[in-house]
Structure formats: structure tokens, C-alpha cells
């Protein structure tokens, strides 16, 4: 098995310093976590080591040899395997032929390439097994979940005998189920003596899995500590965001107005129970449930994305039509949906382009060289005020580290002229720690200005930490209500959980 060294490894991109100088070591037997603010150079790390990037100095040593991969191919072949923030497959093709992509068995000989997928089924039947995980080898990657596909990713890994694995963000879409599987896996892989790199926004899980971790800067490497436990999350999140931060929630108590939004009975074919809820001008709701209790479906519903079944929604006191996103954009509502990156980022056009889309769509007046000027301000002033880290305004947004794409298109919502509610759902998943603190306290000047916010979240201490009050659904349903003063993760998991099954290990 490898000892993995990195040495004074550089990288740059026109405008920008993605790595600069960066040493450190990972060992077999070892989960090595990298942190880092979006953009501080850690998936750009990840493609060297996988191939994808050369560096423009450095060394990467294996075992001690340098090596030199001019593609992922040789990576792989070295033992190299990295598990993408985007994955990589062939969605019409099956779990077998994706895990032997390449290398499929030939029931003659090769001269006749005819693939015997009966062999190549049983195989990784074997495989799949074997590191104990059921997924049916004949499924095509199209209907499974990204759990499940990340799961081939690493089935492929070990039957390629990756004796190094390097884990770019793997659980940002998974449910806490699907974390713990894959938690499970890479705890295996570690006992077998592999050689793992995991990175992840999330410092809870962080620190339940990793042994060591390495702090990024600005593309410099900060410090290694070879005992993660050991070091408290304040000293990690300094580290980071290279400034000490207080109370990331930034939480004030506002005044707030009458009421101001109101869902009466809304229901649909995927939920069939009548909703109801109302909130206050000025106010911040958090919205929080296990995945799947159909807090999504219920904003969609206000939105008018889903088709209605009945109920109603008011906007101080007026009915908003149920006709579409447009009609209640039209009514000042506004949705930030989960899937950012696959709702609208328009990845070859620019940063500024992307921020502006609402903006133009309302067609503001002026001339054309004073909306390109508005634009241009609106841009930078967005640039700043979420610390998205690009070289201009003009870069294409695709060239931005994954989670300064999500600040892109949070400006854009965030820019929405007329807005009067304001639905995020998700607002930070994949986001920084620091960049969270801009965000929350965007989100609180949203709603200080008397709009309603509403703020679906995953993540128990965020919901705890911005809301006024928190709604807590199960199953479809609206299982209570707490306020600010009563909120806490006892309550309000044991509101989320099912009937029964009280265990909040289920969830960690
Ligand atoms: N192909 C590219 N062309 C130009 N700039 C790039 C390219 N790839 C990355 N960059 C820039 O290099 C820097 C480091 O990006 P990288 O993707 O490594 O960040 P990251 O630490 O993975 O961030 P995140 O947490 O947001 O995923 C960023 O400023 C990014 O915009
Ligand atoms: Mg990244």
C-alpha cells in the first residue's frame, strides 16, 4: 500500500494561483481530511493527483517515486482513483459495464470484442458483495440514485485495485442514510490499508471520519494535523477563513410586521395532506424534516412549480395564481431551489451575466450603456458581498470552484428586483464556513427589510441558528411548531424522527 507525498506542488490558472507551494503526506491505513473556503485549490489538488491536471512545478511521489500522470488512464494504472464532485459514468449503461468500463470480459478472444456480460455481471456481483453493498449489477446508472452511483464509482475503484482513493465532496447529495453507507465503505477501505483523502464542507463529519487533516488557504496549505481529534473546531475554522469567527449565524431579533404570507390547505398529488402556515413580514422561518418529509414539495407548491390540488396562497392578503413560477415571481416570490447547479447555471456565460439573468428578464429601464453599468456594479457588488472568488466579473462561471458556482447563482435570486418572499432551500450546502457567514447575514438584511424568508435546511444547527421559528415536517406532513426559545435538536428531531423510533442515531 502507498504513501502518498505531495511536493511544493504549484498550479496556475490565467488570473489565478490555484496552488501554490503545497506539501504534505497522506498514509496508508489513514482518512486524510482536506478544508478549505470554496476555491482555496482543493479539487484542483484532487485532478493532479488523478491525472486530470499537470502541475506546473512540484513533485507527486508514490512509495517514495515520483511520478508523472499525463491522464487519468495512468493514474489508475499507478492505483490512483479519484471519486469526482462530479461524477463521471455512462448513465445508459449498467452498474457492470460501468465498473468494467474498458476492461470488459470477451466470452472469445478479444479479436472478436464480443463482451460476455454474463461474466462481467457475475464479477462484479462478486464485487459489489464483497464490499458490501446490494445493488443489482444489470441496473443502468440512469435509475439509480447518486448514493448508488457513487457506489460503483468505488466498486470500479477497488476492482481497479486503487491502493489510493480521493473523495471530492462525496456526501453534498446524499441523505444521512446514504452518508452512513458510504462512511461505512470508506472505514472498510481504511482497514484494508488504503491510502484515503476526503474532502468536505461538513466538520461534523469531518471529524467523525477522518484521522488527520490539512488546511488550505489561497491555494497554500495552512498546516497538517496528524490528529484531527485533537484540535477544536474554532481553531480549524480560523485556520480557514484566516480570521477568528464569533457566532457564524450572525442571529438578530427583528421587528416584525402583520402577516404577511399565508398557505391554506395546500395539497397535491405527492401530498395529499391540507398545509397550512402563515408568517410575518419581516420574519425568518426554518423549515426542517428528514429527507423526503416533503419540505421541497411544500415550498414548490407555493411556488406554483407543482401543479396545486387545492388551497391557497396570500400575499398580503391577495391571492397569488397558481399558474407557475412566473406568476408568483410576478407576486414577488421567489424560489432558490435544492439543485442549483442543474436548475439554470448558465456555465459558459459569465459570472456578471449569470447574477443579471432576473435583473433582465424584468427589463429595467435605461439606456444600454447605463444597464451595462448597473450590471457591472451589481455583479462586483455581489462579488464582495459573498466573497466569490473569481478573477473578474467576466470569467465563465464553469471555470469557478464548485461551491463559488452555488454564490453565483444565490446572487441571482438574491438580486431578484420586488422581492417579498424569499424561499431558499438548502442556501449552503457545498458552501464555505465563511461564505456561510455572509450568507446568513444577506439573508438576515432580506428579511430585516420586511420580507419573509423562508429557510429549508438539512442541517439542524443552521435552522436552530437563523429562525425565528421552525416548522418541522414528517411525512408530508406538519408534525409542530417551536419557536425560537423552545427550538432545540432534541425537539425538534424528535419531531422529525417517525413514530417509534426515537433513536437519533439514525441520523448520525
Ligand atoms: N480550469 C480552470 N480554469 C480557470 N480557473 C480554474 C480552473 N479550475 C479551477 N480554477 C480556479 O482555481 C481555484 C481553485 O479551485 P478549486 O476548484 O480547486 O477550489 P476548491 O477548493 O475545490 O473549492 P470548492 O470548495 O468551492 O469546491 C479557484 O479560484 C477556481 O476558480
Ligand atoms: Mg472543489
Known amino acids: 500500500m502507498s504513501v502518498l507525498q505531495f511536493d511544493n506542488i504549484t498550479k496556475t490558472f490565467p488570473g489565478v494561483k490555484a496552488l501554490n507551494g503545497v506539501s504534505f503526506e497522506a498514509r496508508p491505513g489513514q482518512v486524510m481530511g482536506l478544508l478549505g473556503e470554496n476555491g482555496a485549490g482543493k479539487s484542483t489538488l484532487l485532478k493532479i493527483l488523478g491525472g486530470q491536471y499537470r502541475p506546473d512545478g512540484g513533485r507527486l511521489l508514490l512509495d517514495g517515486r515520483e511520478r508523472h500522470f499525463g491522464s487519468a488512464g495512468d493514474a489508475i494504472r499507478a492505483g490512483v482513483t479519484i471519486i469526482h464532485q462530479e461524477l463521471q459514468y455512462v448513465a445508459e449503461l449498467t452498474v457492470a459495464e460501468n465498473v468494467l468500463l474498458g476492461r470488459l470480459p470477451t466470452r472469445f478472444s478479444t479479436r472478436f470484442g464480443l463482451v460476455d456480460h454474463q461474466a462481467a455481471r457475475k464479477l462484479v456481483a462478486e464485487q459489489l458483495a464483497n464490499i458490501g453493498v446490494d445493488l443489482d449489477p444489470a441496473a443502468r446508472l440512469s435509475e439509480l440514485s447518486i448514493a448508488q452511483r457513487q457506489m460503483v464509482e468505488i466498486c470500479k475503484a477497488v476492482m481497479q485495485d486503487a491502493r489510493v482513493i480521493a473523495f471530492d465532496e462525496p456526501t453534498s447529495s446524499l441523505s444521512h442514510r446514504e452518508t452512513e453507507i458510504l462512511f461505512r465503505l470508506v472505514r472498510r477501505l481504511r482497514a484494508e490499508g488504503r491510502t484515503l483523502i476526503y474532502i468536505s464542507h461538513r466538520l461534523e463529519e469531518l471529524y467523525e471520519l477522518c484521522d488527520a487533516c490539512t488546511i488550505f488557504r489561497d491555494g497554500r496549505k495552512i498546516v497538517t494535523h496528524e490528529v484531527m481529534a485533537e484540535v477544536p473546531r474554532e481553531r480549524l475554522i480560523a485556520d480557514m477563513v484566516g480570521r477568528e469567527l464569533q457566532d457564524i449565524y450572525d442571529y438578530r431579533a427583528r421587528q416584525q410586521g402583520p402577516v404577511r404570507l399565508e398557505a391554506r390547505g395546500l395539497h397535491s398529488a405527492r401530498l395529499p395532506e391540507p398545509l397550512s402556515f402563515a408568517m410575518r413580514g419581516g420574519e425568518m422561518l426554518g423549515f426542517f424534516g428528514l429527507v423526503g418529509a416533503g419540505r421541497s414539495e411544500l415550498m414548490r407548491l ?141 439573508i438576515h438584511d432580506v428579511a430585516a427589510t420586511g420580507c419573509c424568508v423562508i429557510v429549508i435546511s438539512s442541517e439542524l444547527p443552521e435552522v436552530l441558528g437563523i429562525a425565528d421559528r421552525l416548522i418541522v415536517m414528517r411525512d408530508g406532513r406538519i408534525s409542530g411548531e417551536l419557536a425560537r426559545e423552545q427550538a432545540s435538536e432534541t425537539a425538534a428531531l424528535a419531531l422529525a424522527l417517525p413514530d417509534g423510533n426515537p433513536g437519533a442515531a439514525a441520523l448520525h
Open 302 to 442: 407555493l411556488y406554483g412549480a407543482d401543479a396545486r390540488r387545492g388551497g391557497e396562497v396570500l400575499l398580503d392578503g391577495q391571492p397569488v395564481s397558481s399558474a407557475g413560477p412566473s406568476a408568483a415571481i410576478a407576486a414577488g416570490i421567489v424560489l432558490c431551489p435544492e439543485d442549483r447547479k442543474e436548475q439554470g447555471i448558465l456555465a459558459h456565460s459569465s459570472v456578471a451575466e449569470n447574477i443579471n439573468i432576473s435583473c433582465r428578464r424584468h427589463g429595467l429601464a435605461g439606456g444600454v450603456f447605463l444597464r451595462h453599468r448597473q450590471e457591472a456594479r451589481r455583479a462586483d457588488d455581489f462579488i464582495r458581498k459573498l466573497r466569490i472568488k473569481t478573477p473578474s466579473r467576466e470569467q465563465e462561471t464553469r471555470l469557478l470552484s464548485g461551491g463559488n458556482q452555488q454564490k453565483v447563482i444565490l446572487a441571482r435570486w438574491l438580486a431578484e428586483p420586488g422581492l417579498k418572499v424569499l424561499i431558499l432551500d438548502e442556501p449552503t450546502r457545498g458552501i464555505d464556513v465563511g461564505a456561510k457567514n455572509e450568507i446568513y447575514r444577506i
